[in-house]
């Protein structure tokens, strides 16, 4: 099992930037795709982006792509994700999580195939 804690959230105005990073423990960081989801009030958790074990393959929804980027630093055991041009509509709860799978093939957005989350962080856009 991994342990994950997401910080970096917070309050930013409309077109501004936040930096939310996930620092991983317990399991070898390095083999396990990553990704991020978020939870609006009233709403489902959704997916928002994925990079596989190596950092090589990104995957994104659509509703981000070309304002957020997923990387990581397996040195850190870190995830990240940068998100610029901030809108009202991207406040939510955002969670980092762990694939289950070792080393999987390919890059997935399915939270099924997630097998640990973290306790989430607030981000807030004020229009």
């Known amino acids: 099992q991994v342990q994950l804690v997401e910080s970096g959230g917070g309050l930013v105005q409309t077109g501004g930037s936040l930096r939310l990073s996930c620092a991983a423990s317990?399991?070898?960081?390095?083999?396990?795709?990553m990704g991020w989801f978020r939870q609006a009030p009233g709403k489902e958790r959704e997916f928002v982006a994925t990079?596989?074990?190596?950092?090589?393959?990104?995957y994104y929804a659509d509703s981000v792509k070309g304002r957020f980027t997923i990387s990581r630093d397996n040195a850190k055991n870190t995830v990240y994700l940068q998100m610029n041009s901030l809108k009202p509509e991207d406040t939510a709860v955002y969670y980092c999580?762990?694939?289950?799978?070792?080393?999987?093939?390919?890059?997935?957005?399915?939270?099924?195939?997630?097998?640990?989350w973290g306790q989430g962080t607030q981000v807030t856009v004020s229009s």
């Open positions: 317990g399991r070898t960081f390095s083999s396990y795709s």
């Open positions: 999580a762990a694939d289950s799978q070792f080393k999987r093939w390919y890059v997935t957005a399915r939270p099924a195939e997630f097998g640990s």
């Open positions: 990079i596989s074990w190596s950092g090589a393959s990104t």
